[in-house]
């Protein structure tokens, strides 16, 4: 995940802004079948319009240069949208009749189309893909409303949690943490190191950089916070133990002074810069966060596991994107094609170069390991990835003044986890139930 600003993610909560117009413009939740027949995605001909979000335009070029260099009777062209635009310019295409014919889509924001049936419904499609079971089960599930599929996985962008190999060995440490009370002592050994070194650093006013890598901590130990099918989802904030060890854990390290003092004010706008110079022994951060700004010398220096839970196990936040296509859609069929081609091996494998995780993990070889080994990390906690499927995760928990960014700073900073647990549970609940995911 490239590092969220806090205006960023102000402007993120768009998408629950046009919710209201995605579902006015919609017939039915079951609607947008996919065209039948055996010759569906395959010998196209013509134009596919492909909408790609500028954050992730450097893998969509890459892809469709490739198609449109092997495929003469279909042309994929590219038309990049601004991460604060891509939603309402979407909404309001599909309004107006006149969507493109594909969507790479934030995979977060899904819901809010595929339970309005605004996309095809893709399930006949996948299910018959053969490699569907290697496919990513987080991207897969936030395209999955009422047994049936409106997307499919288009490119992985996960968390896991970095660490100075340097530092560890400086420190005696010989190998990194994999579980909560292991982070902890660890960074005690580090912050000992002293020369202005910290034994842990995390981006604290940075509300979308602390879901991304604080709820795969507690995925990892089986409870999450939002439970069920949109729309009978409830919360569980208030009991859920994995949250409070990990309110807990961060609240010791703040306490403790093992990060440094300007994380509280990192609004993520520097996340991962002290790590990067050398300054910090772990940071939970995206893979690209820090894999883009490595040098040959610094890949020997930093290494990269899962993002462990309490008592071990690992997750990783299923961030990226989904491909779909919308209802109305010219060239469907070519869609699927490129779709397809896209999902390939040959084209899965190319990804790394530009800073991305494939969504196949059935590409993650020996050979991958040897040429990929940061990233073969991340395809390795694939499997175990996750993402809540639910149609306020925004205001839930990316706007700075959400109930999972009030909680956390009330348990991190002020120490009063119980007390922010119990609004916790009261906001999430109040959300779930106005954004029309829980009833």
């Avoid at 919609?26 to 134009?47: E, I, L, R």
């Avoid at 996985?153 to 530092?167: C, E, H, I, Q, V």
């Avoid at 604080?214 to 949250?243: C, E, F, K, Y």
């Amino acid at each position: 995940m490239r590092p969220p600003t806090r205006g960023w993610l102000a402007t993120a909560v768009a998408a629950v802004a046009v919710s209201a117009t995605v579902t006015a413009c919609s017939s039915s939740s079951s609607s947008g079948s996919a065209p039948v027949g055996k010759d569906f995605g395959v010998g196209a001909t013509g134009v596919v319009h492909f909408w790609a979000r500028a954050a992730t335009g450097k893998l969509a070029e890459l892809m469709a240069s490739d198609f449109n260099a092997s495929h003469k009777h279909l042309k994929v062209v590219v038309t990049e949208l601004a991460e604060t635009e891509a939603v309402t310019k979407i909404a309001t295409a599909m309004r107006a009749g006149s969507p493109p014919d594909l969507i790479g889509l934030n995979d977060i924001d899904m819901p809010l189309f595929a339970h309005s049936g605004e996309f095809m419904n893709l399930t006949k499609y996948v299910d018959a893909l053969p490699y569907k079971n290697a496919l990513s089960p987080g991207h897969l599930g936030l395209a999955t409303y009422q047994g049936n599929y409106f997307g499919v996985p288009y490119l992985a962008d996960l968390s896991g949690l970095w660490y100075n190999k340097t530092l560890f060995k400086r420190a005696g440490i010989a190998s990194p943490p994999t579980d909560f009370a292991e982070i902890l002592t660890d960074a005690k050994k580090i912050e000992a190191l002293g020369g202005g070194v910290s034994g842990f650093s995390f981006a604290g006013d940075c509300t979308g950089c602390e879901a991304f890598t604080g709820l795969p901590m507690i995925w990892a130990s089986g409870p999450r916070l939002v439970n069920g099918s949109i729309p009978h989802q409830t919360a569980d904030v208030a009991g859920n133990s994995a949250l409070k060890a990990w309110l807990q854990l961060y609240h010791q390290i703040w306490a403790d002074k093992l990060d440094p003092v300007s994380d509280q004010t990192d609004t993520g706008t520097t996340w991962g810069s002290q790590f990067l110079a050398g300054k910090v022994g772990m940071l939970p951060g995206g893979y690209g966060l820090i894999a883009d700004s490595l040098t040959a010398a610094d890949r020997s220096q930093f290494g990269l596991v899962p993002l462990p839970g309490v008592n071990g196990g690992y997750s990783t936040f299923d961030g990226g994107d989904d491909f779909a296509i919308p209802v109305g859609a010219s060239n469907p069929s070519g869609s699927w094609e490129f779709v397809q081609y896209v999902l390939s091996k040959s084209e899965q494998l190319k990804y790394p170069g530009v800073g991305y995780t494939p969504v196949r993990s059935d590409v993650l070889s020996a050979a991958y390991r040897k040429a990929n080994p940061l990233d073969a990390v991340m395809l390795k906690a694939l499997t175990r990835g996750y993402a809540p499927s639910t149609l306020g995760y925004n205001s839930t928990f990316n706007e700075p003044n959400s109930p999972w960014f009030s909680m956390f700073l009330e348990a991190v900073y002020k120490g009063n986890i119980s007390g922010a647990l119990s609004s916790g549970q009261s906001g999430f609940s109040q959300l779930l139930s106005s954004s029309g995911s829980g009833s």
